[in-house]
């Protein structure tokens, strides 16, 4: 005559096994994100810094030939310079940075006396920027190409040069032990490779490579 109702039934709380079972989808869930979470962070600033390194090339191209002015003087052509040394000075180019500099010398490679930034140009102190690298990646090895392959070893640099009114590159490289030589070896480079891996994921990999042509490209 009279439906009773059992209060209890609609009133449970969750049993051990539902709760184990919510906390093993959660935990599952939350390990799969910090793990994507991990690699994004790493390829994200991998490929902020590739594209650091070729648009400061593309900045010291569009300096050159735009005939930007360095002390009221407009003749100096604009590079960037690059060494795979993971001790040497932060303005003499290391694997966590690399160097804007104006050609104030008009040699074709890059000059420093431990001083940077614009109101410090001069002869024999060529230093515009240091772009330094705070991330966990770092410039792994520089290939150029003169009809083979090359690899610069520790100590080796090389320098993109722009001279106006040209938008084509002039390649300096210079070997280990003969950086304070005022030549370089510039004839025949057809293209550079600057390549960047993550500390933290090494396999992650990005390539700039400069053509001689003007051509930047990011794989």
């Known amino acids: 005559m009279f439906k009773i109702f059992n209060r209890n039934k609609y009133n449970r709380g969750m049993t051990i096994v539902e709760l184990l079972v919510v906390i093993g989808i959660f935990t599952i869930i939350s390990v799969i994100i910090i793990f994507d979470y991990g690699k994004f962070r790493s390829t994200s600033s991998l490929q902020n810094l590739a594209d650091d390194i070729a648009l400061s090339v593309r900045k010291a191209q569009s300096f050159a030939i735009g005939v930007r002015g360095t002390n009221n003087d407009f003749s100096p052509g604009y590079g960037v310079h690059f060494s795979i040394d993971p001790v040497s000075d932060a303005y003499s180019g290391t694997n966590r940075s690399f160097i804007l500099f104006a050609n104030i010398s008009n040699l074709l490679n890059y000059d420093n006396n431990g001083l940077c930034g614009i109101n410090n140009l001069n002869v024999g102190n060529e230093c ?3 772009l330094a690298v705070t991330s966990s990646d770092k410039i792994t090895s520089i290939i150029y190409n003169d009809g083979s392959e090359k690899t610069l070893v520790i100590g080796d640099t090389i ?16 070997e280990s032990g003969n950086i304070e030589s005022l030549s370089c070896d510039a004839e025949n480079i057809s293209s550079v490779k600057i390549i960047i891996k993550n500390d933290a994921n090494p396999g992650y990999v990005k390539t700039i490579t400069i053509y001689n042509n003007g051509q930047i490209s990011v794989t």
Do not use: A, H, S, V
């Open 128 to 130: 515009l920027e240091e």
């Open 159 to 174: 320098d993109i040069f722009f001279q106006r009114p040209n938008p084509e590159p002039t390649f300096c490289y210079k």
